[in-house]
């Protein structure tokens, strides 16, 4: 099944406690984005990578790393979490290098930073 | 900046209606835009696009417009169903970066 994955599903930790989310795809998609979405605020891109070992700012990038080193693979890196990034993210991936691609989305992972 | 809004109110219709949504974009002109459903809880579901040479763009019981003179998006529900209360977002990419802006997003409710 076609599919995009995120692990974990729910998280809670605490203010300076690096943590990863997974990201992983099996569509062999180049396109690979992260989310936050926050009541109010709506979805906001976060990082995006258009291929292996590239990837770009989207408008909300601060605070937050990833990395491409496989096509499959886009993990979300929070080196130093602070409250203000409690949040439902996702991740997304399309066959398109976001041209007009159509945008296939995990199931979301709710993170609590205390 | 980019800016692309959606009727932040919730939209309540009675079922058997058309749900019309309003996706309207300022200081740009795309070159595409995106519909989007979300059920509470759950990842977006693509499930139109429409691009700036087409005026509109049907699916089964759902219809996209763009006006580029308006600067304005329709996502119409004809024959609209209980099962089709959600959030619907409209999102914009660039035609040159992998950048894409989603409005906030509005609430279908559709009443028995």
């Known amino acids: 099944e076609a599919q995009v994955t995120q692990n974990p599903r729910y998280l809670i930790t605490v203010t300076g406690k690096k943590l990863t989310v997974t990201c992983s795809q099996n569509m062999n998609h180049e396109y690979m984005s992260w989310y936050r979405q926050d009541p109010g605020l709506g979805l906001r891109q976060i990082y995006y990578s258009m291929n292996v070992e590239v990837t770009d700012k989207g408008d909300v990038p601060e605070g937050y790393k990833v990395s491409r080193k496989e096509k499959r693979n886009f993990p979300l890196i929070l080196e130093s979490p602070s409250p203000n990034q409690t949040s439902l993210y996702f991740c997304?991936?399309?066959?398109?290098?976001?041209?007009?691609?159509?945008?296939?989305f995990g199931p979301g992972t709710r993170l609590t930073v205390t | 900046s980019q800016k692309i809004e959606q009727n932040s109110e919730a939209l309540n219709i009675q079922e058997g209606k058309t749900a019309t949504l309003t996706c309207n974009y300022t200081?740009?002109?795309?070159?595409?835009l995106q519909w989007y459903r979300q059920d509470p809880g759950r990842g977006p579901v693509f499930l139109l696009l429409?691009?700036?040479?087409?005026k509109e763009k049907r699916k089964e019981r759902l219809k996209v417009t763009f006006d580029t003179t308006l600067k304005q998006s329709l996502f119409h529900i004809t024959a609209s169903q209980p099962a089709d209360s959600a959030t619907y977002l409209c999102a914009h990419g660039s035609s040159n970066t992998g950048k894409l802006i989603f409005g906030q997003g509005t609430t279908l409710q559709v009443k028995p």
């Open positions: 200081n740009y002109s795309p070159a595409y």
């Open positions: 997304a991936s399309s066959l398109s290098k976001g041209l007009a691609g159509e945008q296939y």
């Open positions: 429409i691009r700036e040479n087409e």
